[in-house]
């Protein structure tokens, strides 16, 4: 056996029959639904529960990553929606026209995702013409935080029930 199929055995590129997929899919979304707009939402309990230093802290990394969310948009954000665009229609082409199963499995873990970035954008968005403020703050956080638990569990039962439509068809035909 030489090191090429060791390394295709290891990483299967049947992807919607490998274990690591599913995995991987889990802790993909798992962590998307914890970091609202890249804050913890266990700060933004934290800081609605006890205040003080938790409210400051949750008010400051809100406005950290408010500003870098707004700066890498408005210096790259037109070149990154092109980038996506041809990387997203590469991977719609190669796995849903040519049936490559590898592209598909990556396409259906990244386009959510870019979703859950579009609305990262939006909050920050809205962050930056509020009064940094506690309530306002959590509340654009948690309602940022039940939109990507919403696409994450829309893009859980698509790509679930896509991938046993192909283990099926797999399973009849191959």
């Known amino acids: 056996m030489d090191l090429h199929s060791s390394i295709f055995e290891l990483i299967d590129m049947r992807s ?10 889990a802790v993909l979304w798992s962590s998307a639904s914890h970091w609202a707009m890249g804050v913890p939402y266990d700060l933004v309990v934290r800081a609605r529960r006890t ?6 802290d949750l008010l400051d990394i809100v406005r950290i990553n408010r500003n870098r969310v707004l700066y890498i948009v408005d210096v790259s954000g037109l070149i990154l929606m092109a ?11 190669l796995g849903f026209y040519y049936e490559v199963e590898f592209a598909q499995a990556v396409f259906l873990l990244l386009f959510p995702v870019s979703l859950v970035m579009l609305i990262n954008i939006r909050a920050a968005r809205k962050l930056n013409r509020i009064e940094p403020a506690l309530e306002p703050v959590a509340k654009i956080l948690t309602r940022c935080r039940i939109y990507t638990q919403i696409i994450g569990m829309i893009s859980i039962v698509i790509t679930s029930l896509w991938g046993m439509y192909q283990n099926l068809s797999i399973g009849v035909l191959g």
């Open 16 to 25: 919607f029959s490998n274990l690591w997929y599913w995995i991987g899919l």
């Open 83 to 93: 980038l996506s665009c041809f990387f997203f229609t590469g991977l719609v082409i």
């Open 51 to 56: 205040g003080g230093q938790a409210e400051q």
